[in-house]
């Protein structure tokens, strides 16, 4: 069975701070990692994924994130905070080993950016 | 073009009434997803279809009522609401359902029953 721990609920960072957001997974198979950004209102889009190859992986917006399959680990990270960054994040692992199109979520982390 | 586009933005109904929201894709997409998101929670899988064909129910109420007429839209019928169902509501499309296939959103359908 696979499953997403976020680990804080909320994290707070000044402006031009790093960013770390922490997703640790359980996963019986291969993990396919996904991190989806929130902002208030609206769907959420995505960041970055993992599915297979180099383990760091580069997204959207500066973001990103490195595959630790010894630490069942795929952390988010940005270098420089901006005001804009303020937003949910849900990491999420595809679920099993068949197509059923699946994502297990974490339960989210609240990023907020202060001036 | 990633655009999931739903329809209404808001909705508010009355626990006799029947609603129904609208999803639309033109990607090419051939899964597409009904989700449920309770304010600061996660994102719920309702339905699933693949090939304009259901695949996963996980386990809705019957008052909800999923429909895809055509490979590019979906629609979710509602009925006889209870307030609990007040919620974000997310649709979501994929090439297909593989493992790698990456999900896009739309703004979602703020519903609110009274």
């Known amino acids: 069975a696979q499953s997403v721990t976020q680990l804080g609920s909320h994290v707070s960072v000044s402006e031009g701070a790093l960013v770390l957001l922490r997703c640790n997974y359980s996963?019986?198979?291969?993990?396919?990692l996904f991190w989806y950004v929130q902002y208030p209102n609206q769907g959420l889009q995505l960041l970055l994924k993992?599915?297979?190859?180099?383990?760091l992986v580069k997204g959207i917006n500066g973001f990103e994130a490195e595959f630790k399959k010894s630490e069942t680990s795929f952390h988010l990270t940005k270098p420089s905070a901006h005001m804009s960054d303020a937003a949910e994040y849900f990491c999420?692992?595809?679920?099993?080993?068949?197509?059923?199109?699946?994502?297990?979520f974490g339960q989210g982390t609240t990023l907020q950016v202060k001036p | 073009d990633t655009e999931v586009t739903q329809t209404p933005k808001h909705l508010v109904m009355g626990m006799t009434n029947k609603k129904s929201l609208k999803c639309e894709q033109h990607m090419g997409h051939r899964a597409m997803y009904w989700y449920k998101q309770k304010a600061k929670k996660p994102p719920e899988l309702m339905f699933v279809?693949?090939?304009?064909?259901?695949?996963i129910n996980e386990s809705v109420p019957s008052r909800f009522s999923p429909e895809c007429p055509n490979s590019s839209l979906l629609n979710l019928h509602l009925h006889a609401l209870q307030p609990e169902d007040s919620a974000l509501y997310l649709c979501?499309?994929?090439?297909?359902?593989?493992?790698?296939?990456?999900?896009?959103f739309g703004p979602g359908t703020r519903l609110t029953v009274l």
């Open positions: 996963s019986s198979v291969p993990p396919y």
């Open positions: 999420a692992v595809s679920h099993g080993s068949g197509n059923t199109g699946k994502l297990i």
């Open positions: 979501a499309s994929s090439q297909d359902r593989g493992r790698a296939d990456t999900q896009y």
């Open positions: 993992y599915t297979t190859g180099a383990t």
């Open positions: 279809y693949s090939y304009e064909k259901l695949s």
